[in-house]
């Protein structure tokens, strides 16, 4: 048994792995891939530096795997030409089950950062390879908290609740689903206990002590706000329409799917909040 790991460098790559192995999977089992793979020599697994823009790369690395996890790249705007060539490289390589990191309601939701995940919903469905989807809504980690106590938290995302749940539930529930069989066509949508901004920001202050408020912006303010502490429009732009995606209920997922993968509950929001309080 062969499971490659895309995006094995990043941060959900890596709680993936640690994941698989403390799953049982011997790390001889496990290939690693990315560009700075220095940042996993720890892990202790096969390592493979490779880049997305890389076909060839792609398919030597992918060959012989059982299972892929591919984790979406972070290059938003460019991830369908980088998308395509992983599918290409899977198909070439005969790769025998992909996992993909999806985007909540890829299908339905009119949220602009998800447009690249249904491409490759779709490019996944056309290459008639086994996948499984793992719809993955929002991280935790999004959240700066120390930030919001400095500064107090703002958003566009009204009263829209967000299913948000740390990254190393979304990586266990990810090799969940690659140690175990009848995974092949189906999606999951996952994400963890439900919370809107202001009720984000309470938490955050009743954990701290200290005043913390939830700013509900226009989407355009909060784009010139994001603007403002440096973000480039684009990202801007499109974080702005997320939250704004959020408002409507974009980010509200049931936490069965998530609980069922892991079969534990969700990690909760206030343990979230005191990890990130140290
Ligand atoms: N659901 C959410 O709230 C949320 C939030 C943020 C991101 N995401 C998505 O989830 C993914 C994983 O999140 P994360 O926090 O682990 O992100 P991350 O820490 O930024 O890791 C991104 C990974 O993608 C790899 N990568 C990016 N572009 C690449 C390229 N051109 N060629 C090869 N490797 C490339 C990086 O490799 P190197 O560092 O080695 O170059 C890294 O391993 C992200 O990439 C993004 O698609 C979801």
Redesign the pocket.
Known sequence: MTIVV??????????AIESLLAKGVPASEIVG?????D?IADLGVTTK?????DVDALTAAFTGADKLLF??????G??IQ?HTNIVEAAKKAGVGLVVY?S??KADTTDMKLAGE?LVTERLLADSGLPHVILR????I??YNVQQAIEHGLFGAAGDGRIA?AP?VD?AEAAASVLVSDGHAGKVYELGGESFTLAELAAEISRQSGKPVTYTDLPEGEYVDLLVGVGLPQPVAEILADSDRAASQGALEVPLTDLETLLGRPVTPLSTSIRAALG
């Open positions: 895309t995006g094995a460098t990043g941060h959900l790559g890596r709680l891939l990315g560009r700075q793979i940042k530096q490779v880049s997305y823009d984790i979406s790249g972070s290059e938003v460019q991830r980088q990191t985007a909540p995940h993955n809504s929002w991280y980690e999004n948000g990254r979304y």
